[in-house]
């Protein structure tokens, strides 16, 4: 028989190169056999090898007789089960962990390798999908969580929970218990056929989350997954309320989980800025009632909002501003303005005054708010925020508001700064900053700021009778530079230090005022009853230094024609204590005039007005007696001519010519 060049060669080869190639092509046809076939017989080993691993009871079919497994490996791991079951933790009195029907599991084997390289990682499932899907989920207070699958101990590492490119279900619930963040939520979902052909998600979920009443509903017009990556966003309203704080969102968005990708209209309400804040981890102030709308988008780890309206008890603002969420401090950036601000929406946050009822429940009874600072907010996030508000209401009676105002606000570290303040108010501006650093567990808090220009009839709202002149006027200049620590507001004002100086210029004074004050009864009740007029202010001035809490006037005079009212003392920040004397100097002839110096003691809270006893007592005394002869001879102690001095300095004016009287005068005493 011949032979062929080819079976020469064949018959040349070595015999177990050719049984490799036979073994390696019955396992190619194994492989591909096995992998059309999906791999049945692995059902039970699996099992076996996922509980051993897992330390946990896994089931991968339903029954022996129908075990619904299809397992593909080549290109990745691609896992269809009709039934999966993963077992609780020991401590867990829940019957599984997770139950599921007709579920596609698929990883890469990148994501395998690099999640065995380093486990502290979280293994990242590419998709997770069933039909229904049930799950009771736990975390305790001391860490141990549903999803650690290893015998930890307090020095292990807790496992991360993995991440998804796509996880989906169409049915089933979901029981979620996580005692450190104080939440507890059962939710179920179902999927929909619509009228139109669309499908339609459903998802309602009900429990509390920090002790208050937590209701949610999310509906969407398509499947929308729980968890995905790159998916294209689809129509969903989403409808939560928190204890008395409401939430509605209707817009787009790509995961019902974790809201990665969303843009919408919302529209948020709620008793109080701070209780939304903490729903959304973020620092804000307690206020009162409020309402906010307007458009809201967030891309990962970045969060916009654009406010059309926002109302906050009577305050009406609106802005743009951008959440960071990502850094390893958040940050809040934007522009707050609005037609109206008043101080009192956002109480103690920024000083406002506070109501008789709050004064009453001071837990100190005192009058300053005691209640401590919320410093650790303060470092829990950073702002950079500008202010332009057209009006802004300091929440006095008798103070007019400030129109505009702009500042830059800027919270850096816990350190929360007010700079850049630019105000008008009454012709007349104020400038400077307030700052409060928290860094500490104590306070530091300090102010510079200065005023000019600013017109008294028009900044303060003072009722007058018809036809009468204002109490006070003139341009009012000035400047406080103060600094203070403490853990409330109460601590700092008690610790204040530094000076505040104020003037009045081109001023005048209600005369029905200054009589009063110098105690000049018949002088004021002929002015009461022919009508009040206004004296000239030659000198108002008022220089007050603060030490250790004590307020004390080193001068504080106001001088007019008629007389010049000197006040000294302290004032007590720390007791709330008033020891103030207050000294008149009447320059005209007054037919009953009580020269004796009037003393405003007490508190704060309950001021108290009298007359110095000593001078006063004796002049009473020799009226009594009198009064006994005869009912006009009880006038005569009281008259009262003034002085030579103060008459022949009537005629000059300011501060300056009231200082040299003054010296004279104190000279002429001496002599």
Same mark, same amino acid.
């Given at each position: 028989m011949n032979q062929t060049k080819f079976t020469r060669k064949l018959r040349r080869t070595r015999p177990w190169l050719i049984a490799t190639a036979i073994c390696i092509g019955l396992i190619v046809l194994a492989i591909g056999t096995f992998e059309l076939m999906g791999w049945a017989f692995l059902a039970k080993p699996a099992e076996q090898f996922l509980s051993d691993t897992l330390k946990r009871k896994v089931i991968l079919t339903e029954s022996d007789e129908n075990l619904a497994f299809k397992l593909r490996l080549i290109g990745g791991v691609r896992l269809e089960l009709g039934f999966f079951e993963m077992g609780a933790p020991n401590w867990s009195k829940a019957p599984y962990m997770l139950q599921g029907k007709n579920v596609t599991l698929a990883l890469r084997y990148r994501d395998l390798l690099a999640w065995r390289n380093n486990p502290d990682l979280p293994l990242h499932i590419k998709t997770l999908k069933a039909d229904m899907l049930d799950g009771n989920i736990e975390r305790l207070a001391d860490g141990r969580a549903s999803w650690h699958f290893t015998e930890e101990t307090?020095?292990? !590492?807790?496992?991360?929970?993995?991440?998804? /490119?796509?996880?989906?279900?169409?049915?089933? =619930?979901?029981?979620?218990?996580?005692?450190?963040?104080?939440?507890?939520?059962?939710?179920?979902?179902?999927?929909?056929?619509?009228?139109?052909? *669309?499908?339609?998600?459903?998802?309602?979920? #009900?429990?509390?989350?920090?002790?208050?009443? %937590?209701?949610?509903?999310?509906?969407? =017009?398509?499947?929308?997954?729980?968890?995905?990556?790159?998916?294209?966003?689809?129509? +969903?309203?989403? $409808?939560?309320?928190?204890?008395?704080?409401?939430?509605?969102?209707?817009?787009?968005? #790509?995961?019902?989980?974790?809201?990665?990708?969303? &843009?919408?209209?919302?529209?948020?309400?709620?008793?109080?800025?701070?209780?939304?804040?903490?729903?959304?981890?973020? =620092?804000?102030? $307690?206020?009162?009632?409020?309402?906010?709308?307007?458009? %809201?988008?967030?891309? @990962?780890? =970045?969060?916009?909002?654009?406010?059309?309206?926002?109302?906050?008890? $009577?305050?009406?603002? !609106?802005?743009?501003?951008?959440?960071?969420?990502?850094?390893?401090?958040?940050?809040?950036? @934007?522009?707050?303005?609005?037609? &109206?601000?008043?101080?009192?929406?956002?109480?103690?946050?920024?000083?406002?005054?506070?109501?008789?009822?709050?004064?009453?429940?001071?837990?100190?009874?005192? +009058?300053?708010?005691? !209640?401590?600072?919320?410093?650790?907010?303060?470092?829990?996030?950073?702002?950079?925020?500008?202010?332009?508000?057209?009006?802004?209401?300091?929440?006095? *009676?008798?103070?007019?508001?400030?129109?505009?105002?702009?500042?830059?606000?800027?919270?850096? &570290?816990?350190?929360?700064?007010?700079?850049?303040?630019?105000?008008?108010?009454?012709? /007349?501006?104020?400038?400077?900053?307030?700052?409060?650093?928290?860094?500490?567990?104590?306070?530091?808090?300090?102010?510079?700021?200065?005023?000019?220009?600013?017109?008294?009839?028009?900044?303060?709202?003072?009722?007058?009778?018809?036809?009468?002149?204002?109490?006070?006027?003139?341009?009012? $200049?000035?400047?406080?530079?103060?600094?203070?620590?403490?853990?409330?507001?109460?601590?700092?004002?008690?610790?204040?230090? /530094?000076?505040?100086?104020?003037?009045?210029?081109? /001023?005048?004074?209600?005369?029905?005022?200054?009589?009063?004050?110098?105690?000049?009864?018949?002088?004021?009740?002929?002015?009461?009853?022919?009508?009040?007029?206004?004296?000239?202010?030659?000198?108002?001035?008022?220089?007050?230094?603060?030490?250790?809490?004590?307020?004390?006037?080193r001068v504080f005079v106001i001088d007019t024609p008629d007389s010049a009212l000197w006040v000294n003392g302290t004032i007590s920040m720390k007791t709330e204590a008033l020891n103030l004397r207050v000294v008149v100097t009447p320059k005209d002839f007054s037919p009953v005039s009580l020269r004796t110096p009037l003393l405003v003691t007490g508190t704060m809270g309950s001021p108290e007005v009298s007359v110095q006893k000593g001078p006063l007592a004796g002049k009473l005394a020799g009226a009594a007696l009198l009064s006994l002869i005869n009912p006009l001879g009880a006038l005569i102690p009281f008259l009262d001519v003034g002085t030579p001095d103060t008459k022949q300095d009537a005629e000059k004016t300011g501060c300056y010519d009231l200082a040299a009287r003054s010296k004279a005068q104190q000279k002429a005493k001496n002599e």
């Open positions: 307090p020095d292990t !590492k807790p496992t991360p929970l993995p991440n998804f /490119g796509l996880l989906a279900f169409e049915a089933g =619930t979901i029981s979620y218990n996580d005692e450190p963040l104080a939440l507890d939520l059962n939710a179920t979902l179902a999927l929909q056929e619509g009228s139109s052909g *669309e499908d339609a998600l459903n998802i309602s979920a #009900t429990g509390t989350y920090q002790k208050k009443k %937590l209701d949610l509903e999310l509906a969407s =017009t398509g499947i929308l997954p729980w968890v995905a990556q790159n998916a294209e966003p689809i129509p +969903v309203a989403l $409808n939560i309320s928190l204890g008395s704080a409401k939430l509605a969102f209707k817009g787009k968005a #790509t995961d019902a989980l974790q809201m990665q990708q969303l &843009s919408g209209h919302f529209v948020i309400s709620g008793p109080s800025l701070a209780m939304a804040g903490e729903a959304l981890g973020i =620092t804000l102030p $307690n206020t009162p009632p409020f309402r906010t709308e307007g458009e %809201l988008s967030r891309e @990962g780890q =970045t969060w916009k909002a654009g406010i059309a309206s926002a109302t906050i008890g $009577n305050s009406r603002l !609106k802005g743009d501003f951008v959440y960071e969420g990502g850094a390893e401090t958040p940050l809040l950036s @934007g522009v707050l303005k609005g037609p &109206s601000l008043i101080l009192a929406d956002l109480g103690p946050t920024v000083g406002a005054p506070i109501t008789k009822t709050e004064q009453t429940q001071t837990s100190s009874g005192k +009058v300053l708010p005691d !209640k401590p600072f919320d410093l650790p907010s303060l470092r829990a996030m950073d702002a950079d925020v500008r202010i332009d508000i057209d009006n802004l209401d300091l929440g006095s *009676e008798i103070l007019k508001p400030l129109r505009p105002l702009r500042a830059h606000l800027a919270l850096t &570290s816990g350190v929360l700064r007010i700079s850049d303040i630019e105000a008008k108010t009454a012709q /007349g501006q104020l400038a400077g900053m307030v700052q409060l650093d928290g860094r500490e567990d104590i306070a530091l808090w300090e102010v510079d700021l200065g005023w000019a220009g600013v017109q008294l009839e028009q900044w303060l709202k003072l009722k007058r009778p018809a036809k009468q002149p204002p109490f006070v006027t003139g341009r009012m $200049n000035g400047a406080a530079k103060l600094k203070g620590k403490g853990r409330s507001t109460a601590e700092i004002l008690g610790s204040l230090a /530094g000076n505040v100086r104020t003037e009045v210029t081109n /001023g005048t004074m209600s005369h029905l005022i200054i009589e009063a004050a110098g105690l000049d009864a018949a002088e004021a009740l002929g002015v009461w009853f022919r009508g009040d007029d206004v004296l000239e202010m030659k000198c108002a001035f008022a220089d007050l230094e603060a030490n250790n809490g004590v307020l004390r006037p």
